[in-house]
């Protein structure tokens, strides 16, 4: 086994050294191996119309579960997806799926079926044809990280403080790496163990998200996933999802060896006082102030173009450009949420959610081009 030190790009070539690897154009490839009713509510509405969340749909389902995942796994995303984002420059991407893509826990309503094998196909293939990068995310956990549909189900937070759990959870993180670990280029992963969580439902999406004793658990967990990626894949990257917390909160657990970057979510559409006209003097500040104190390399792992008033079909394109240049400028980059997104949920302003989160769909309009290094957008 390769033993590595301290992973560095001389020690550990070909893998991403996030200390100084930036990414000009990502996309996550959310709604596929993680569903939310918001990416396709009319779907979903002709599957299981009563269902709240992934798991309620497969419990209500029953056995007709495996039929109706098995087909949206491939269907919804495909290599005609990633050669469509290919050709703006896309040279990452953020995939979150659920834990029981990788491992089967008892009484989990969650599907365990063949969504590794479509993992494999996509990303094999972006790799090959396009030389991407790859962030495989666990963005739920056994027992539920946040009480929220993305965190395994609502009401579910019985991750936390809960030691069956948390070994359920390992078993997730060593099934992921050994499953990285057969990739025919497993220097193109990072690995991301865990995503919003939360034990203070109330603070969510604010610095309150978390209690003290949440801080430490989710710092016991994201340990533990690290010794676990030193032992089989010393030069493999975390990315710790920030919770909402910010860099400097996480940055005195972990030491440069760590090969730890961070991922932080930044929206407008809950930023009080976010008109669209205002948002491009906003995301360049807020990039700039989002670098904490620099120990950890800093990226936007989820971002979109909903703001909380005045939504314009007009200031679609600046307000894209805008973030896309400033999470180049100041961060490590960013990727997209998401690749689809077809919520026909009002903005206030003009037009649909879908209109404001959907990559392809501002593909189609030409909202988003190519990176055009003669361009500025923070000064």
């Not at 896309?90 to 893509?101: F, G, K, N, Q």
Request: proline letters at 4%; glycine letters at 8%.
């Amino acid at each position: 086994m390769l033993s590595v030190a301290c992973p560095s790009a001389d020690s550990c070539p070909g893998w991403t050294d996030w200390k100084t690897y930036k990414a000009k154009n990502g996309v996550n490839l959310g709604g596929w191996l993680e569903l939310e009713r918001v990416f396709y509510p009319e779907w979903w509405d002709s599957v299981a119309p009563d269902a709240a969340d992934e798991w309620t749909l497969c419990e209500s389902l029953g056995a007709e579960c495996s039929r109706v995942l098995e087909n949206h796994y491939a269907t919804y995303i495909t290599t005609s997806d990633i050669d469509k984002v290919a050709a703006v420059g896309v040279e990452i991407l953020r995939i979150p799926v659920t834990y029981a893509a990788f491992i089967e826990v008892p009484g989990s309503q969650l599907y365990h079926g063949s969504q590794l094998a479509y993992l494999r196909e996509i990303t094999e293939y972006a790799i090959s044809e396009y030389n991407m990068r790859i962030i495989l995310g666990l963005h739920s956990l056994p027992g539920g990280v946040n009480m929220l549909d993305i965190g395994e189900a609502l009401g579910h937070d019985d991750w936390f403080y809960n030691q069956t759990n948390l070994d359920y959870s390992y078993q997730a993180v060593e099934a992921v790496l050994d499953w990285i670990s057969d990739a025919s280029k497993p220097e193109a992963f990072t690995f991301s163990p865990i995503n919003e969580a939360s034990d203070n439902i109330a603070g969510f999406g604010t610095p309150d998200t978390l209690t003290n004793n949440g801080t430490v658990w989710v710092v016991e967990y994201v340990r533990g996933a690290i010794d676990r990626v030193k032992k089989k894949l010393p030069c493999l990257p975390i990315m710790m999802q920030d919770c909402f917390m910010g860099e400097e909160h996480w940055s005195p657990y972990f030491g440069e060896c760590d090969n730890v970057a961070m991922d932080v979510h930044i929206y407008y559409f809950a930023a009080a006082g976010i008109y669209s006209q205002y948002v491009p003097v906003a995301i360049c500040g807020q990039a700039e102030g989002t670098v904490g104190d620099g120990k950890l390399p800093i990226f936007v792992g989820e971002w979109a173009l909903q703001v909380l008033y005045n939504n314009s079909f007009a200031m679609r394109e600046e307000i894209f450009n805008t973030q896309r240049y400033a999470w180049y400028k100041y961060l490590h980059g960013g990727t997209f949420w998401s690749i689809k997104h077809n919520s026909i949920a009002p903005v206030d302003g003009e037009g649909l959610q879908r209109d404001y989160w959907s990559y392809e769909g501002l593909l189609d309009e030409g909202v988003i081009t190519p990176w055009d290094d003669n361009e500025v957008y923070c000064e």
